[in-house]
Structure formats: C-alpha cells, structure tokens
C-alpha cells in the first residue's frame, strides 16, 4: 500500500505544514519509519513547491531525524527531469559532515500528480549508490502539485523503492 500523505497529526506536530495536512493513510506492516523536521519540511515546501517541476535538493539527517535540506538553485533545468549540481552539492555535503550530519537522500518535484520515482530516477539512484558504496539507502521524497495543492510521497530505496512512512517532529 503506497503512502498518501506524509505526516501524522502528533501532539509534537503543532501548527505549520502538519496541520494543514490530513492523516496519511499506510499500512504500518513492512513499512519503514522516518522522522523529519517540521522547519525542514515546511523549507522543502515553500522552496521546490515555488519552483518549476523538476526543481530540488538534498536532504540530511542526525540520529534518524531528516534535520537538514538544501535547496539546489543553481541545478540544470530541464522539463523533463531534476538534473543536480552536482560539485555545488558535493561541498554542501561535505559541510554538513563537519557538523555530523550524513547525506541521506534527494528531494524533487514531479509534474502532474506523478507522485512516484521515474525510470530515470531508478537510474540515477543506482549510479549514485553504485559510485558511493558508503551508501547504503537513500530517501527520495517526491513533491507533486494537482489542483493547487501540494502532497509529499516519500520513499527509501535500498535495492528498490519502497514507500515509507515519515512523521514531523518539532
């Protein structure tokens, strides 16, 4: 069963984007948990949900917490697909390794509501994971936005995409 939204109403979860949202709808069997930052989640949706699609960035956690996002304004644009700067985003990484933060996954919009990973990100995660042994998962959130409103789906790939459930922690 696919995720449908991305965050719990939890007592810890007050006001901001979570409110906003409704209850996701998952199945907790066989579906990994996550925990992101309310702030970092409201940055990636006020950053890549006021960009063109294909528009994204790169997040980081500490202790199973997504606690770092940076928003990659000067990746190539392409309609079709979410081209990084790649040396641009290497130093940030590098950076956030200083502070103890580890490079966990990419975060990108989709056009139209297709609110899950492409062929190409397939690709390109494979490569990337390939290149970097030291990864062993990465989390992929995909932004869409159908009639104006924005939704969040996010997924871990290990040897696959999965979905995965991931709640908002102040």
Sequence with gaps: MRLQQFCS???NCGGGACKSLPLPLF??????????QQNILTEIIQTIGDSPIESGGIIGWRNHTICTYYFDKTNI???AEYT????????????????GVTFIGIVHSHPNGYNRPSI????????LMEDNKSLTKLI???LTKVNGNIKIDFYEFVEKFSPIKVICVE
């Design 9 to 11: 109403r939890l007592k």
């Design 84 to 99: 990084p700067n790649v040396e641009k985003l290497n130093q940030i990484i590098k950076h956030w390794a200083k502070d």
């Design 120 to 127: 190409s990100d397939e690709i390109y995660v494979r490569t």
């Design 77 to 79: 644009q392409f309609e």
């Design 140 to 142: 992929f959130p995909i």
């Design 27 to 36: 199945s907790t069997k066989n579906i990994t948990m996550y925990y992101i």
